[in-house]
C-alpha cells in the first residue's frame, strides 16, 4: 500500500505506554478517510489544540505524534492514531463516509488485537509473521530492562536454568509441591492463565504461552504431527517450560508462598 505521493506504508503495529496501546499510522486512516494525508495532519493539529484547552483531557490518548522516512530517505511527520483517535475521526464523518471508515477501522484494530495475541510462529502468513517478528524484537529490547526489577529472589537452584530439559507443565507442578508449594496442574494452568504467561482466550491457541512468557524464555512450544485413520495430518501443540523457566516459576510461587 502506497500513499499519493508515493511513500510506502508498513502496516506495523505499534504499542506505546504499557506496550498495549495499538495504534494506526495516520498515512493508513488517510487511505481509509478518502483524504490527502497533510490535510488530515492539519485537522489533527486542530483537534489536539482544542483537547488542549480541557487539562482533564490528554491528546495522548487519541493521536501521538511520530515521524516515517519517505521514499527519498527523509524523515516526515505523521500521527500515530489510537482507537479513541479514530472513534473521534469518526464523528467528524457523516453518511456512508463515516459509516465505511468506523467499519474499516474496528476490523483494523480486530486484526491487530488478535495478531498480538498470537506469538510469530502461530501465523501462516510469512508477511505477516515477519512484521510481527520486528514488534516482537522490539518489545523483547524494552523487556530486557524490566527483567531484572521482575526478578524473584533465587531460592530453587541457579543449575535448573541452565538445564536444555523442557518440561511438561504437570511435570512443573510436581517441582512445586516438592519445593512446598501445594498446587495441582490444574491449579497451575489457572494461575499461568491468570498471570499473563499463558493464553485464556478459548481458541486454537488456548493455553498457549503468551508473547510476554516466550520473549522471557520461560516457554517452548512443541509441536506433534498426527496421521488420522484418513491420511489427513494434524498438528499438535504443547506448552513445555524450559529450566528457565522453571526456576523463574518455583522461585516466584515459593517467595509468594513466603510472603
Not at 169 to 192: I, P, S
Amino acid at each position: 500500500m502506497k500513499n499519493k505521493k508515493g511513500g510506502e506504508i508498513v502496516n506495523q503495529l505499534q504499542v506505546f505506554k504499557n506496550l498495549d496501546e495499538l495504534t494506526i499510522d495516520s498515512r493508513e486512516v488517510a487511505e481509509m478517510v478518502e483524504k490527502n494525508h497533510a490535510h488530515l495532519l492539519r485537522d489533527i493539529k486542530t483537534y489536539i489544540e482544542y483537547l488542549l484547552t480541557n487539562p482533564k483531557l490528554d491528546s495522548l490518548d487519541f493521536f501521538i505524534i511520530s515521524t516515517y522516512m519517505d521514499s527519498k530517505g527523509e524523515e516526515r511527520p505523521n500521527y500515530q492514531i489510537t482507537k479513541k483517535g479514530c472513534e473521534f475521526i469518526a464523528h467528524k464523518l457523516t453518511g456512508q463516509k463515516g459509516a465505511i471508515f468506523t467499519a474499516t477501522y474496528i476490523n483494523r484494530f480486530h486484526e491487530m488485537e488478535e495478531n498480538l495475541s498470537k506469538p510469530s510462529y502461530m501465523l501462516s502468513n510469512p508477511i505477516e509473521r515477519a512484521k510481527k517478528w520486528i514488534v516482537e524484537e522490539e518489545r523483547r529490547q524494552l523487556l530486557e530492562g524490566k527483567i531484572e526489577e521482575q526478578k524473584p529472589k533465587v531460592i530453587f537452584a541457579d543449575a535448573v536454568s541452565a538445564s536444555h530439559t523442557t518440561i511438561l507443565v504437570g511435570e512443573l507442578a510436581k517441582l512445586l509441591r516438592q519445593n512446598g508449594v501445594q498446587m495441582g496442574q490444574n491449579r497451575l494452568f489457572d494461575w499461568l492463565r491468570f498471570n499473563g504467561f499463558l493464553i485464556k482466550r478459548r481458541g486454537t491457541d488456548y493455553n498457549m504461552p503468551t508473547q510476554y512468557s516466550m520473549e522471557l524464555g520461560l516457554f517452548e512450544v512443541k509441536e506433534t504431527s498426527i496421521t488420522k485413520p484418513d491420511g489427513h495430518i494434524m498438528v499438535s501443540k504443547t506448552p513445555k517450560v524450559t529450566g528457565k523457566g522453571q526456576q523463574y516459576f518455583i522461585n516466584k510461587l515459593m517467595e509468594s508462598k513466603e510472603g
